[in-house]
């Protein structure tokens, strides 16, 4: 088994001890203005948050790709996201903007740099990953923010422990291409699902928000292609969708999973989050069944370290 396989798997167990470091000193309180940064699938994950924050009403929250920080904003936290503790443009953030602002670091290695940087570091170690892609590292980052905002991580778990054992909605040798799509908080996660199948499968995946797809990006739409829709869409999206000939896939869609035309589960819907389990796991299967080795693609790093 690959160790991404396995990581994908250990997720809902993870999100519990995510949840249990919701206290934990230097996260964001309420009121506060606050700016998060990361690159990859870690600013989608600082994305998701930025909005559930805003949509609790904890306070305006701003996300960003660390390389393209406003510098001319006052912030009263920045809260950083880097597995790795090493990444160079998170690290150039922390450097500069911390000079004025307090920054929190979630991160899986205490050692590194990002740690010593921050004033307060949260440490997610039982999350780190053997693999260069990353996926529980992610997600429990996301279970611990949605945790500190009130959010009941047991019953996401329990949707996550679900999502392991699911039978898959597609397989790749029914589908050409995937378009992955949210709304909200969502649109991080379809982001991250494309960037999961691009990354370890080298595979054709694109990602919109829901409401921006019919304005153009629906026109590849079409037999052997698959839609696959996180969260709440609007409404009148998947007949649209079926209406091209391209394949739906939502967990609310009628109860269960649309697997190209054939529906499984019959079950109450996933909550997104776990819902991204079920997109890790297509891109894994992606791509051993091209022969790729799903822990170490093509060009990629655990961590961009820039010289």
């Known amino acids: ?50 909005v559930l924050r805003e949509q ?25 996201i880097t597995r790795s503790g090493t990444t160079t443009e998170v690290l150039d953030v922390m450097q500069t903007a911390g000079e004025n602002t307090p920054v929190t670091v979630l991160t899986a290695d205490a050692t590194k740099a ?33 945790a500190h905002l009130g959010a009941d991580i047991e019953s996401v778990a329990m949707d996550g422990e679900v999502a392991v054992r699911l039978p898959l909605p597609v397989h790749p040798a029914l589908f050409d291409q995937i378009t992955f799509l949210g709304r909200g908080w969502t649109v991080g996660l379809a982001e991250e699902a494309a960037l999961k199948c691009r990354e370890t499968a080298g595979y054709w995946t694109e990602s919109y928000p829901a409401m921006d797809y019919r304005h153009g990006p629906i026109s590849i739409a079409g037999p052997r292609r698959v839609v696959w829709a996180f969260g709440d869409v ?22 269960g999973y649309a697997s190209l035309g054939r529906w499984v589960g019959g079950r109450a819907p996933l909550d997104p989050m776990a819902d ?30 820039l010289t």
């Open 1 to 50: 088994m690959s160790h991404v396989k396995a990581e994908i798997a250990t997720q809902p167990e993870c999100w519990r001890q995510a949840a249990k470091l919701a206290g934990s000193p230097g996260l964001p309180e309420r009121g506060e203005r606050v700016a998060v940064v990361g690159c990859g699938t870690s600013w989608f994950m600082a994305k998701s948050y930025a």
């Open 56 to 80: 609790a009403g904890h306070g305006e929250t701003d996300a960003f790709q660390a390389s393209d920080f406003p510098y001319g904003r006052r912030y009263d936290r920045i809260l950083a």
């Open 114 to 146: 990002a740690a010593e940087l921050a004033r307060h570091a949260v440490v997610l170690d039982f999350a780190d990953e053997e693999s260069v892609v990353q996926t529980r590292f992610a997600t429990s980052v996301l279970a611990l923010l949605r």
């Open 234 to 255: 609007p409404s009148g999206l998947a007949d649209e969708v079926e209406a091209t000939g391209a394949a739906y896939v939502h967990s609310r869609h009628h109860g």
């Open 276 to 305: 991204l389990v079920l997109a890790q796991r297509v891109a894994v299967l992606l791509a051993t069944t091209q022969g790729l080795d799903p822990d170490n693609p093509r060009n990629l790093t655990r961590s961009v370290v």
